[in-house]
């Protein structure tokens, strides 16, 4: 059984089909990957699965539950947390303060006061930075410190939007490097990502959307090896 399976999906904004009956899986255990053009349908797919955007046809099932109308504050209770576009830090809190909002759900004191001190020895950023404003961080410092607030919450399934976006080279490299990091310690990941390239080389199994559409899928190998997917993705 699929850990999360998206089953028919449609979206509309107005009269407009942004997503057009798409459906996927994501095993237990694996990074999957949802690769595209901007406009393709990515973060739409995203949102309507974590319950940020009604979805107008389709099913979504997590751990064989439906959780197609369930609120996004109920999800992270059930195992699932986000890392949105944009990272969307509390600009106004510190870091510290960030962390401890990524663990709203839990009630363990000791358990959240050690998981920090975890995400500060993954991000040693983010430990020299504890006490500073999150809206004062470098991009890459906010990216870093939306997925340690993700990880507060102990998710089973890690969903991760264009966690790449506007970031150096050198920092995209750290973030996936991350990424790999959080999958080896159990941590089933989705990644929604433009850099098809890095993504495609980390992950087990990957969809590619099209117009709202999957165009094509196989293992994350298989279309790093496609011609098609070179010359649309790849540069090839």
Known sequence: MAMLEV???EVCYGVIRAIKGISFEVNEGEIVT???ANGAGKTTTMQSVMGLIPIKHGTVTYEGKDITKTPCHKLIGLGMAQVPEGR???QELTVYENLLMGAFSRKDKKEIKDDIESIYEKFPRLSERRNQIAGTLSGGEQQMLAMGR???SRPKLLMLDEPSMGL???LVD???????EFHKSGTTILLVEQNAGKSLAISD???VLENGEIAFSGT???LMESEDIKKAYLGG
């Open 34 to 36: 949802l690769i595209g």
């Open 205 to 207: 199994r990957a969809y």
């Open 174 to 180: 750290q973030v996936f490097d991350i990424i790999k």
């Open 88 to 90: 969307r830090v509390f």
């Open 7 to 9: 089953k028919d999906l």
């Open 168 to 170: 150096s080279p050198l």
């Open 220 to 222: 994350g190998k298989e």
């Open 150 to 152: 993700a990880m507060m």
